[in-house]
Structure formats: C-alpha cells, structure tokens
C-alpha cells in the first residue's frame, strides 16, 4: 500500500479511496472498445473534411463522472495501457469515456458512471488490482469523483478533430456558478463549443467544468472572455484558474446521456 499511496492522490470522501483511484488510472476503456449495451462508439477524430457533430440538447442526467488526470513519460505507452483496460472499465460499471491529451504532456481522462456504489465496489476487487503496475502505466495520477449537476453532448458523434477543455474550480457559490453555467450557453457556443458538463465533488466545494469545442484556440480564448470572468466571480471562484486544455484521443459515448430531458 506504501507503493499505491506514493502514485495517487485522491479527492474524494468514499471508503476504499485509494483502491478507487489506482483501479481507475488503470481501467479506463479503450480507443474504440466494444460497446457495453448503454453505450455508443466514436470513432477517433479524423481530417478537417468530415462532417462536422450535431449539437444536442440540453440535459440533466444525473449519475457520476471520475476526472483522473495522468502524468507519464510515453504517452504511446499509456494509451496502449489504457486500451487494454476496457474489460476493467466494463467490470466497474463505467458507461463512456473521454481521453485527452493535454498540451503540457499529461492526460485526462473523463469517465462516465452511473452508480458510483457500483464502481466503488468493483474497483475494490483482488482482479482490478493486477492492471496496477502493467507495462505503460502512468508515474502518478490525481482523480476527481463527481456527481453529474450538468452534461450535454452532441446527438451524432463528432467525426471531425475536438479539443477539450478542463477546469477545476473552488468555489463558495455553487448554485450561482449552476445558473450562470446554463445562461451562458450561447456564449460558450460562440467559442466553438458542441458538448459541456458540470460536476460538483461530493464533499468538497469543488466544482469540474468541461467543454468540447471544433478549435483549440476558441477553448483558449472562452476563458478570457469578460463574461466567463463574470461568470466565476458570480460563484465566488478562489484561487489561480488554470485551464488545462488539449485535443481528444479517443471516446465511447455514455448512451444514457442521450435521452431526453
């Protein structure tokens, strides 16, 4: 366990935490995995020709999203690792995922759930713990688990490149930061955005913002906006905002979030 302590660092108040986060950098899906039945595939980002995601609905699907950012040397490596570790995903319940790499080296990983018991529970298990220490793994990881305030996501997959962009918030004014998040979608659809989410920590007063967006320097410019500034002063945002921003990798879709309201 000293060995686990030293790779992780955990947010979260659930009982089994550290099992929770070591199993999660490791058991993330992969590339293009086969479908659980509640989910649907993406195919990888391709040229700038393909037709371009239809943006969907607004939703507010409940359930949970794990945000695990990974640091590692080889990144080739870690995606290798982190595909084999779709029957992991599947075994803890996870319904869909993002995968991230970010400019400065790292990845994200966001990871869709629906019974944060469940995932809890399987993550936990003698089997999961063996994808720990496999060839590519990551040097650390830091995992985020958050109940779903806000998601919506496009209605067709996206086939053209997209980038996403991850913000981790404290805040004292959650409620404002939720209403102001929903009123200020049109903006965010000015900076390129086809698909948001916001996720709150279950015990802290952290708040996970994402956005996916056609263009990297739209995401960049979103946070620079006056009224993105308004928006995070409104809900008593604290300390240095750092954006961590970078193009997606791969992705399998959560179909749950696809509903309707």
């Known amino acids: ?3 686990l302590a030293k790779r992780f660092e955990v947010f979260t108040r659930f009982g089994g935490a550290l099992a929770l986060s070591c ?35 607004s939703q507010a699907p409940g359930g949970v999203s794990v945000f695990v950012v990974h640091l590692m040397s080889d990144f080739d490596a870690f995606k290798k690792y982190f595909e084999q570790g779709e029957p992991a995903r599947a075994q ?33 298990s003698p089997e999961m713990e063996r994808y720990l220490d496999r060839k590519g793994a ?20 996206p086939i053209s490149p997209t980038f996403s962009l991850y913000l981790k918030l404290k805040v004292t004014d959650f409620p404002a930061l939720e209403k102001g998040f929903k009123e200020n979608l049109g903006l ?8 948001e989410g916001l996720h709150k920590s279950f015990d802290r007063d952290i708040a996970i913002l994402h956005f996916m967006g056609t263009s990297h320097e739209k995401l960049e410019a979103l946070v620079k906006r006056p009224e993105f500034g308004e928006l995070l002063a409104h809900a008593g945002s604290q300390g ?22």
């Open 23 to 57: 199993i999660l950098g490791a058991a993330a899906c992969a590339s293009n995995p086969p479908a659980p039945a509640s989910s649907t595939n993406d195919t990888e980002a391709s040229g700038p020709s393909a037709v371009p995601a239809t943006v969907g609905e």
């Open 1 to 3: 366990m000293v060995q």
């Open 188 to 195: 965010f659809a000015e900076q390129g955005v086809i698909g």
């Open 92 to 124: 803890a319940g996870i319904k869909g995922h993002l995968l991230t790499r970010l400019d400065d080296g790292r990845a994200v990983v966001h990871l869709f759930a629906d019974d944060v018991v469940k995932v809890q529970d399987a993550l936990k």
């Open 138 to 157: 990551p040097e650390s990881s830091l995992l985020w688990l958050t109940e779903n305030e806000f998601v919506k996501i496009p209605t067709t997959a």
């Open 240 to 261: 240095e905002v750092k954006p961590l921003i970078g193009p997606d990798v791969s992705r399998s879709r959560p179909e749950n979030l696809l509903g309707s309201k």
